[in-house]
């Protein structure tokens, strides 16, 4: 079976920093480009970042722009979200995507 899943939400300040992961199983990573994605309750699902199957080049939206990275390690058949300085409007269900598959998705929450 061709599986994504996310992991690493939670609850976070203002300010900090959180790491989502999003683990591919019956697929070789390595084989596509990946992205991120997040949907905020009553809001259109949005592109947030997505990386090359080589990991050479990376686009990121300009809300998330130089406070987000993505990478991915393909060995381990993984892709990472590094969230730093995050904000309240970043709150929202964040989805990893390759293809035509998605994750289930994991709840991040910004809040003092």
């Known amino acids: 079976q061709l599986q994504l899943v996310e992991s690493g939400g939670g609850l976070v300040q203002p300010g900090g920093s959180l790491r989502l992961s999003c683990v591919a199983s019956?697929?070789?990573?390595?084989?596509?480009?990946i992205g991120w994605f997040r949907q905020a309750p009553g809001k259109e699902r949005e592109a947030i970042s997505c990386?090359?199957?080589?990991?050479?080049?990376?686009n990121y939206a300009d809300s998330v722009k130089g406070r987000f990275t993505i990478s991915r390690d393909n060995v381990k058949n993984t892709m990472y979200l590094q969230m730093n300085g995050l904000k309240p409007e970043d709150t929202a269900v964040y989805y990893c995507?390759?293809?035509?598959?998605w994750g289930q998705g994991t709840q991040v929450t910004v809040s003092s």
């Open positions: 995507n390759i293809a035509t598959y």
């Open positions: 019956g697929f070789t990573l390595d084989d596509y480009g």
């Open positions: 990386i090359s199957s080589s990991g050479g080049s990376t």
